[in-house]
């Protein structure tokens, strides 16, 4: 049987001729130092389960704090791999764009040189053909002669 303290301090023994009555008081003292036991017991239990339940919220906060060290860290390098693929990205992009100039440089002087050596050619054509016309009109002009010639000749030869 247990006993709270306010049964214990409302509890009235009663009177006998010499006093109380010492088994009612024997069974009081019983039942107090039952339940003092119990309690005792409870606060050391509870004392117990106080210092596990501290030492158990000290690793679940020092565990809390790694992970929030780790989310920290993770964000962190997160940022940083974008930021160097940021970098990367604008590095190839401005080398595609010089490449890019580049080859267009480099078509624009095959274009330019194309065209000189299309204009070349035609001079060489012009040229070519300003001798050929020549070399005919020579060979024209020494045929035409030699029939002449030979027209005089057989002019000459008639008359005799």
Do not use: C, W
């Amino acid at each position: 049987m247990k006993i709270t303290p306010l049964e214990l301090r409302e509890y009235r023994f009663k009177k006998v001729f010499r006093g109380y009555d010492p088994t009612e008081v024997d069974t009081i003292k019983d039942i107090l130092s039952e339940t003092l036991e119990g309690l005792v017991r409870e606060i050391k239990d509870l004392d117990t389960e106080l210092t596990a339940n501290r030492k158990r919220l000290e690793e679940l906060m020092e565990n809390e704090k790694l992970l929030k060290d780790t989310m920290t860290t993770a964000q962190q390098a997160t940022e940083d791999i974008k930021e160097s693929a940021r970098k990367e990205a604008e590095l190839i992009i401005s080398e595609a764009r010089l490449k890019a100039e580049q080859i267009l440089q480099d078509a624009h002087n095959r274009f330019t040189k194309i065209q000189d050596d299309i204009e070349q050619l035609k001079k060489q054509r012009f040229q070519l053909e300003s001798e050929i016309k020549a070399v005919i009109d020579y060979h024209q002009r020494i045929l035409f002669s030699e029939e002449e010639k030979r027209r005089t000749e057989e002019k000459v030869t008639f008359i005799k």
